[in-house]
């Protein structure tokens, strides 16, 4: 006959009787250490607020370059914890907390319309189109704010002359990546996107304009556009799309973002002019991050040597 | 809780928390941690709680209304001096620290951008209602006089608003949240006014405010 017997209860299973007799305390004990935790945790945050930047790599700098200012460099700190970038939300505190989670590998830019070859570059061949040089840029918000940066890129005609653009060709159109799986909060940027901008062919082709794909010898982090944008020193830092997939040579001005959301306000040249007035504040003056008082805005944004030869004869007023 | 709002003990810690804004500036301006625009920071974040207090105060009389909790009435002369507090950290950032007293550049502004028309507007309004804030001014003034000079807090309160709403680049979400609340609370009071005037047709509608007006 079988006899079933109950299973047997290991000792290690068995509560320790102290245990048994306090387990009220025991669960307010155990309830309040994780209370306590989250508020510590919370505490934390606030008094040593994380400082999120992931760990770059290195960028290899083949040279330097003649476009450099001699300025004094902004703190990277402060680039990468002050900017812009709607995607990522709209504080300027805001891109650095939340692009992280901005996949930017394996990353494709396809590059077409009026090309002779229509391509598909990987951002490594993107990369190895030119030597990469060093360039010391100013940047100027439209918002009157501006900062230096040591950006790691070539000449953005290379990738054109790489293309080759026909005849017919008059415009460069830009895309930024936009998925709002990864970019929750684009849906509150107030701002149409995916972001697009777009430069006159000869704007392109300047030296000035820069591919680039990482700055303080380092790749892009996230928030500051990673792994590729264009930077266009001359012209208000929302010109210099981040975070770019795709590039088209086309015949008419391409639509750009700022203007599409307000084109009272933000015109598709955008270059930086102390004499034209944002219509709700003045771009007389500006402040460098770092600095108490504001310094007086140069035309161009100081590269009226190298540039203004694009625009001579047209009213600045008018192509604002 | 009335017992505790009519306790004389109430007032230190709500005046400790109204500095709390303040205290936070402090506490990041010792640690360096006023990001990298610091008078960016200092400015919007002073100009936030201006209007909070604004709202927060508009709020005193439609919350003593709706939770029947008359004694609320002893912190509305604190609160709204924290607005004006707040109000003039915020104005004097602009004027000392932003501009530097250039004059001239700043009068340009007042004239020519209408955000700061507006808000230049708003913390104007204030400084009449901050100097008629104590019990000498309501004796003065009289009770109508007063109420009426001081519904000046609707212009302001609007005008921070706007004041607001031209200043964003597109994100509009919180100017309207703010306006929407000042919207609210108007409407509120107008609601109580037109319930007043219904209940007591004959005779003049006392005014409400004035009657508990804090004298303590």
Known sequence: MLIKRAVEIRSSEVTPQWLYVNRR???????????????????????WPAQRVQAESTLKVAQKSPFSTNEQVTPFNDVTHYNNFYEFGVEKE???????????????????????KTRTFSLEELQQLAPLEERIYRHRCVEAWSIVVPWIGYSFNTLLKEVMPKPEAKFV?????????????????????????????DEAMHPLALLCFGMYGQ??????????????PWKYGFKS?????????????????????NRDEYGFYSNVNPNVDHPRWTQAKERRLGDFFRRPTLMFNGYADQVASLYSGMDLRKYF | MRKVLRSKWIKLPVFLLC???????????????????PIEFITHLTGDWTLRFVVITLAV?????????????????????????????????????DKFFAWTEMLHDVRKRPFITAGFTGFVLMIPLALTSTAGWIRRLGGKRWLALHRLVY??????????????????RKPLFYGALVALLFALRVGFWLASRRSRPAGGAIPSGITTAETA
């Open chain 1, 25 to 47: 305390q025991f669960l307010t004990g155990a309830l309040g250490v994780t209370a306590g935790a989250l508020v510590g945790r919370a505490l934390k945050d606030v008094v």
């Open chain 1, 94 to 116: 805001a891109p650095a907390k939340n692009a992280q989670r901005l996949r930017t590998s394996p990353w494709k830019v396809k590059v077409g319309g009026l090309v002779e």
């Open chain 1, 173 to 201: 159109a830009f895309e930024s990546y936009y998925d709002l799986g990864q970019m929750p909060l684009g849906r509150y940027a107030g701002i149409p996107l995916p972001y697009v901008e777009g430069l006159r062919l």
């Open chain 1, 219 to 232: 790749t892009l982090p996230n928030q500051d556009g990673a792994p590729v944008r264009m930077v266009l």
């Open chain 1, 241 to 261: 799309i981040k975070s770019l997939v795709k590039i088209e040579l086309v015949k008419k001005e391409p639509p750009t973002t700022w203007n599409l959301a």
């Open chain 2, 19 to 37: 500095l709390g804004p303040v205290s936070e500036l402090a506490w990041r301006a010792l640690h360096h941690d006023l990001t990298a625009n």
């Open chain 2, 61 to 97: 009389t439609p919350a003593r209304k709706l939770l029947h909790w008359p004694e609320l009435i002893r912190f509305r002369r604190m609160l709204g001096l924290f607005a004006f507090f707040y109000g003039l950290l915020h104005f004097s950032t602009w004027i000392g620290v």
């Open chain 2, 155 to 172: 212009v302001t309160a609007a005008a921070g608003v706007v004041h607001y709403y031209w200043l964003v680049k597109s994100d509009v």
